[in-house]
Each structure stands twice: as structure tokens, then as C-alpha cells.
């Protein structure tokens, strides 16, 4: 198993750009769900979904959109890139949610000029 | 609203001696408590989950216990060793099905 993979590793994006980081997992894992990890913030929840066809919003969403249209894959798109968006972000996956262990991916840092 | 706090400060101590790190929570009561190493440039890993109707859970050298009256955890790593230098994070059950994490103490052991 590869367990939780991310592309790419980095990124850097000027401002008012779009794109796509992609997120896998070989698990058959129901819950994913999307971090960014700032110096001295931990980490915060962008959006999380439950399962195929269903998400929601975690604790900071603005500016980004997802959608999990297969088990394995749940992509986050960052639709207007700002600078407030520059970060490290983590996509993980569990079983069946929060009461379980999250297997998190390598991350992606993201640099947005 | 609901906060889970890490002390900030690193935590410095010798190899083979018991590093004790504190995850305290505030405004909620946790159904658990969930602890994560994080090392540099990688994603965190789950290390032990304790819920709330248990008072301690073991693994190997590390031990975690849960106080619902103080509200706090606590984390220990028993005979320390260098390659226990890493950021290790609390995580609780919160609000929108998600984990909510502490922003993490950085543990260096000195060999």
C-alpha cells in the first residue's frame, strides 16, 4: 500500500492563480479530509468529507473548493491563489472519521508570490 | 470556544530520562484525546488515541493519560532517546466530525 499520497511536493503560484492538489489513498478509507499547517497555528481543517459524493466545510474554507467523486481521490482547488493562502498543506484518511487514527500524507508547500 | 493548547516552548532534556509533554483543552469535553509525532518536512504520525473513560494507555515507552477533571493530557516518553526528537501533537474529537490539533511541543533529547 502507498498509503496517502499528495502531488506535487511543492508549488509555487502567483497571486490570482488556480490549481489543483491532488490527494490519494489506497485504503478504502471513507473519511479524508484537507489541513494547512501554519508556524505556530498547528493544524486547521479546510474541508473533510465523509465518503464519495459528500463534503463539508472544516474551520478555515474561504478560497478553496473540493469535491470527492471516488473513494481514492479527494483534490482540493485553491480558485484565487493570495498570498495568505502560502502554507503547508495535508490531506489524511481514516477509516470511518474522527474517532480513529489519521493517516496523513507527505504534504505539499505551497508559496504564493 | 473550544481550545486545545500545547506549550509552545521546546522541551529540551537528557537521553534516558522521561520527557513528559501537556495537552490541556478548554470550553468542550472531548469523548478523546489523540497524540501525533510530527518530524521535519513530514506529515504527522499517529502514535496512541485514549478516550475519555480511560485514565492511561500504553505503548512500548510511551504512556498517555487522560484527566477529564483537570482537563488536561498527559504524554510520556520513557527512556528518551535522540530519535524521539521531534513536534508532537494533541488532537481531540471537536465540532464538524474533525479532528481539532494543539499547535504541537517540540521535544529535543541531548545524547
Known amino acids: 500500500n502507498a498509503g496517502v499520497t499528495q502531488t506535487p511536493k511543492f508549488q509555487v503560484l502567483k497571486t490570482g492563480q488556480s490549481m489543483t492538489l491532488q490527494c490519494a489513498q489506497d485504503m478504502n478509507h471513507e473519511y479524508m479530509s484537507w489541513y494547512r499547517q501554519d508556524p505556530g497555528m498547528g493544524l486547521r481543517l479546510i474541508h473533510y468529507s465523509v465518503g464519495a459524493g459528500i463534503t463539508d466545510q472544516g474551520e478555515v474554507p474561504n478560497g478553496y473548493n473540493v469535491s470527492r467523486s471516488t473513494t481514492e481521490d479527494f483534490p482540493l482547488r485553491l480558485l484565487s491563489a493570495a498570498p495568505s493562502q502560502t502554507s503547508v498543506y495535508f490531506c489524511?484518511?481514516?477509516?470511518?472519521?474522527?474517532?480513529?487514527?489519521?493517516?496523513f500524507g507527505p504534504g505539499t508547500r505551497l508559496t504564493v508570490t | 470556544s473550544q481550545k486545545i493548547e500545547q506549550n509552545s516552548e521546546a522541551l529540551n532534556i537528557q537521553e534516558g530520562k522521561t520527557a513528559t509533554l501537556t495537552c490541556n483543552y478548554t470550553?468542550?469535553?472531548?469523548?478523546?484525546l489523540q497524540w501525533y509525532r510530527q518530524d521535519p518536512g513530514r506529515g504527522p504520525v499517529f502514535l496512541l488515541l485514549i478516550r475519555e473513560n480511560e485514565k492511561e494507555k500504553r505503548k512500548e515507552r510511551l504512556k498517555v493519560t487522560f484527566d477529564t477533571t483537570l482537563k488536561q493530557s498527559l504524554f510520556h516518553i520513557t527512556a528518551s532517546q535522540p530519535a524521539d526528537s521531534a513536534t508532537y501533537l494533541c488532537a481531540s474529537s471537536g465540532g464538524r466530525r474533525a479532528l481539532t490539533f494543539g499547535s504541537g511541543t517540540r521535544l529535543q533529547v541531548q545524547p
Open positions: 489524511a484518511s481514516s477509516p470511518t472519521g474522527q474517532g480513529y487514527e489519521q493517516y
Open positions: 470550553n468542550y469535553s472531548p469523548a478523546y
